[in-house]
């Protein structure tokens, strides 16, 4: 009962982390935000195999995507202290999008309530990669961002947690199959073992 509840909990928590994830690529691609793009999909993957792994009674590919989440929330902890500037980072910075364009997060131009500031047509930059930003917004992109990324932590730690149990279960239902002979071919050839015998004593019995 334990490990059916344990396992249908990791079920669910992967199925939301996929949403999740898949609603944050989306967001990611519309901002041109190239090195979240690469982490989010990634994580997409591993969460695919740690479902698998859990429908599947793999314990391999969860203890894959344990680790995986450890990393995950480590990464999710840097956006955070990009976004809200912490440790010296600038959330105006190009890091996220290796340099390759001059776009932000896109929820500075279409967070909740903002309204769209389109610069004068002299000011637009020669690549006319225009940046623009919003103004009166409710909720700025740095805390949409940061709130993101902490419901990907909130996630992953309950995930991790259920995910080492799940292994535990797995590992001593395994280790008690082995126990009552599961894997071992010793009954088996013992039971084919006394019929041969008893027929080669009879064979030789004195008349």
């Known amino acids: 009962m334990g490990c059916c509840?344990?396992?249908?909990?990791?079920?669910?928590?992967?199925?939301?982390?996929l949403v999740t994830a898949l609603e944050r690529q989306v967001f990611?691609?519309?901002?041109?935000?190239?090195?979240p793009i690469l982490a989010t999909f990634t994580h997409i993957v591993m969460v695919i195999l740690g479902l698998f792994g859990t429908i599947q009674y793999r314990p391999r590919y969860i203890v894959l995507y344990a680790v995986w989440v450890a990393i995950w929330v480590t990464w999710n902890i840097f956006i955070i202290c990009f976004y809200l500037e912490v440790g010296g980072l600038s959330k105006d910075s190009e890091l996220l999008t290796f340099n390759l364009s001059r776009h932000r997060s896109w929820?500075?131009?279409?967070?909740?309530?903002?309204?769209r500031e389109e610069p004068a047509a002299g000011l637009r930059p020669a690549s006319g990669q225009a940046t623009v930003s919003g103004v009166s917004c409710v909720l700025e992109h740095s805390y949409v961002e940061a709130l993101h990324s902490a419901l990907q932590i909130l996630v992953a730690l309950v995930g991790f947690v259920y995910a080492c149990y799940v292994v535990s279960v797995f590992t001593e239902e395994e280790d008690s199959f082995d126990f009552i002979g599961g894997f071992d071919p010793f009954p088996l050839y013992h039971v084919t073992e006394k019929p041969s015998s008893l027929l080669f004593k009879q064979a030789y019995l004195p008349a």
């Open 5 to 17: 509840s344990g396992r249908c909990t990791l079920i669910f928590l992967c199925t939301f982390q």
């Open 28 to 35: 990611d691609f519309l901002g041109y935000q190239w090195a």
């Open 107 to 115: 929820w500075r131009e279409h967070g909740p309530g903002c309204q």
